[in-house]
């Protein structure tokens, strides 16, 4: 079982430090519910007597009478008694008893000093109190000399519209005993501190720790000091010096506050004083009432100093509209008291009128996509006939779409995401996927904007199937490019898109096209790009074309690879010697664009005829020429040049034709199908590679 003892339970200091907790509560100085019984149990618990070591054990406003209560601690301890001096503060702004009101040196202030009895368990516990009537002039004129003793932070919270309710900790360390009377002068200046207590504004004169201000202020900033007088009794303690014992700063809140919405805009005007730097503005959402923090902030980059205009709070929505006065105060900034002002947004439905509809790549879904109103959501609707002539941009009770012929069944649930709009527009809602029935030709797209229970119809969007592109084949000779593919159903034309080798259509198709109606492929034979497509190879993208509406309906893309064709021009120069006779040839190529290095090739005889492949012969020995035109290195059946240009190198090969008729042909070595498909080898004239000679 728990040992009460250790939890503060049967130790007879709990009873003192409870009688004064609730001195506290009674005079509105902290919360019941935040400062608890628990946390005298935990200080009594700790054995921590330091102020220091309290305050950091005590919560939020309990925390600033640290000081008494390790004064009390130290009292019990000795086994002496120590006099209580905080005071109640009358309810509902009433001055009794130290609260009373005073003005510069003509009116009256009530000064109420409290000596009570020890807080022991005596049976004195009664506090004798004390009012004189004094003015402000009673007090003796304060000297130039240093009156600062330890000074706090004194709080200042919101009383009323205008009022503010200032308090502050009790005098530590405590007058000796006796009868000792401690007198509060709580002072205030506008704009600037006051140097004096005789040069600030009387608020009130009193023995206790608080005073309602109930004065407003046109300043920015009001400056509040207490300062302490204390003597043997009230005339020595208005005669004696006074000590600066505690200081706060109020910025004041904006004034005539007005925050309403306008047609879906939150328009807000106010009034602040001349050095207000600016106004923060925070809109809380509903459900998050009783929140606060910068995330809430909005207009951040304008003052706000006489109201703002928000046109960015949802329609249909509720906030709370927070204000905050900004003043620089001794190079910092400090904002007022919150002025939270309530707003409905009004809920204006807005009808969706650019839905657009595209066949995805697949051809057996849809993607849409549109720009979301301003309020309320959107919900889209499939059908297989439209909704009728007068649907668009009708309003009807949310229950009512099913009588439009847009029941739940037709709804689509699929998830929607957000993407950037196009050439940086707004940004647009996207559903992806959206399947196609397989018995419908035609469907209907049909946006809903709903809002408070109402349904706004927007523009409905048509779209038709057409048939998938098939067995599509680009046929290459040396100059013409022919495209053909079986003719798409449904289609009234084809386009063609140009893009990089390798891009995914998935990403956008745009660049150089081509269109084609069926009436000019089936005259052409397909699609005629000779000189159309880059040399170093493309990726080509066909898309089926309908029209409905009006409209262009793009169906399932169909792509294929273009690797692009190398062309090569070769010349053959036959030299004979002194009789005439065929010694060798050189041989010399270009390029149709310049290469670093070239693929081999081999030079092939064949003594009937020109030769058709690269086996249809017997290869030649040849050897590189140096610029002196002797052989430079051994005979080889296989050449090659170190750089391929368009204009030639002036690199040539050397063929030894002697005992040799009929024909040369040079063709390009190569394992590999592939690469031999990129590479076209143009002859030259058929004369330059006969060969004249002894018959083989």
């Known amino acids: 079982m728990t040992n009460p003892h250790s939890e503060g339970g049967d130790d007879p200091r709990l009873l003192t430090l409870t009688a004064w ?58 086994g002496g008694k120590r006099q209580d001096r905080t005071e ?28 009570p009895a020890a807080t022991g368990p005596a049976p004195d516990l009664a506090v004798r109190r004390v009012a004189f009537d004094v003015t402000a002039r009673d007090f003796a004129p304060t000297r130039a000399t240093a009156q600062r003793g330890r000074e706090y932070a004194a709080t200042v919270e919101r009383a009323g519209d205008a009022s503010r309710r200032i308090s502050w900790p009790p005098l530590s360390p405590p007058p000796g005993p006796g009868e ?22 009387l608020i009130a004169a009193t023995g206790g720790t608080a005073v309602i201000d109930p004065q407003a ?15 043997p009794d009230l005339a020595t303690a208005l005669a004696a010096q006074p000590v600066l ?18 047609n879906g805009h939150v328009i807000g005007r106010w009034t602040v004083a001349p050095s207000v730097a600016a106004v923060f503005v925070y ?71 650019d839905l657009t509809a595209s066949v995805g790549l697949d051809g057996d879904s849809f993607d849409l996509a549109w720009t979301e109103p301003p309020g309320g959501h959107v919900i889209v609707f499939r059908t297989q006939n439209a909704p009728g002539d007068n649907a668009a941009h009708a309003e009807l009770p949310e229950v009512a779409l099913e009588q439009a012929g847009l029941g739940d069944e037709q709804r689509l649930r699929r998830p929607v995401l957000t993407a950037p709009g196009p050439n940086s527009a707004a940004a647009r809602s996207v559903m992806t996927g959206v399947s196609w029935p397989a018995e419908w030709s035609r469907a209907y797209f049909t946006p809903v904007t709903v809002l408070a229970g109402r349904a706004l119809l927007g ?18 000779y040396c100059n013409k490019k022919v495209l053909t593919f079986d003719w798409p159903d449904g289609a009234a034309m084809v386009v063609v898109h140009i893009a990089p080798k390798g891009h995914d259509p998935r990403t956008g198709l745009t660049g150089k096209s081509f269109e084609i109606s069926l009436e000019d492929y089936e005259k052409y034979g397909g699609i005629h790009l000779t000189d159309q497509l880059p040399v170093a190879g493309c990726s080509l993208h066909l898309s089926p074309v309908a029209f409905t509406g009006g409209r262009r309906v793009t169906g399932a893309v169909r792509s294929i690879e273009y690797n692009g064709l190398l062309r090569l021009w070769y010349a053959v120069r036959v030299v004979t010697d002194e009789v005439g006779i065929p010694s060798h040839a050189t041989i010399a190529v270009r390029s149709e664009w310049d290469l670093p290095n070239s693929p081999a090739f ?19 020995d040849v050897a590189p020429v140096d610029s002196s035109g002797r052989i430079s290195d051994h005979p080889a059946k296989e050449l090659r040049w170190s750089a391929l240009t368009t204009h030639g190198t002036g690199e040539l090969w050397a063929a030894n034709l002697r005992g040799i008729a009929g024909f040369v042909r040079l063709f390009v070595n190569s394992p590999s199908p592939a690469r031999l498909r990129t590479i076209a080898l143009l002859d030259p004239a058929v004369d330059t590679l006969r060969i004249s000679g002894p018959t083989a």
């Not at 005889?605 to 017997?618: A, E, K, T, V």
Request: glycine share 8%; charged share 25%.
């Open 21 to 78: 907790r609730q001195r506290l509560i009674d005079a509105g100085l902290v919360s019941k519910t935040t400062f608890k019984e628990a946390h005298l149990r935990m200080v009594l618990r700790s054995g921590r007597t330091a102020a220091d070591q309290i305050r950091a054990m005590l919560p939020g406003s309990a925390s600033q009478h640290a000081d008494e209560l390790a004064g009390i601690l130290a009292d019990l301890a000795a």
């Open 88 to 115: 109640p503060v009358a309810s509902g702004g009433e001055h009794r008893m130290g609260e009373g009101e005073a003005v510069d040196g003509d009116r009256t202030a009530m000064i109420s000093v409290g000596l």
């Open 180 to 201: 000792t009377v401690v007198v509060y002068r709580l002072v205030s200046a506008d704009d600037a501190a006051p140097y004096s207590p005789d040069r600030a504004h």
């Open 217 to 231: 202020t046109a300043a920015a900033v009001r400056y509040y000091q207490v300062w302490a007088n204390t003597g």
């Open 245 to 262: 014992h505690a200081a706060a700063v109020a910025v004041s809140p904006p004034a005539e506050v007005s925050v309403g919405d306008d």
């Open 283 to 353: 809109r809380i959402p509903a459900e998050d009432a009783g929140r606060d923090g910068p995330q809430y902030r909005i207009l951040a980059d304008s003052d706000n100093r006489n109201g703002c205009v928000d046109a960015t709070a949802a329609r249909g929505s509720r906030y709370t509209y927070r204000l905050r006065a900004a003043a620089n105060v001794d190079g910092v900034t400090r904002l007022s008291d919150p002025v939270d002002i309530d707003v409905d947004v009004s809920a204006v439905l807005s009808p969706v009128t």
């Open 459 to 476: 523009k409905t969007v048509s779209v038709v199937r057409t048939g998938v592109i098939r067995d599509v084949e680009l046929v290459e």
């Open 602 to 620: 081999v030079l092939i005889h064949n003594p009937s005829r020109l030769p058709l492949s690269i086996q249809d012969g017997q290869p030649i």
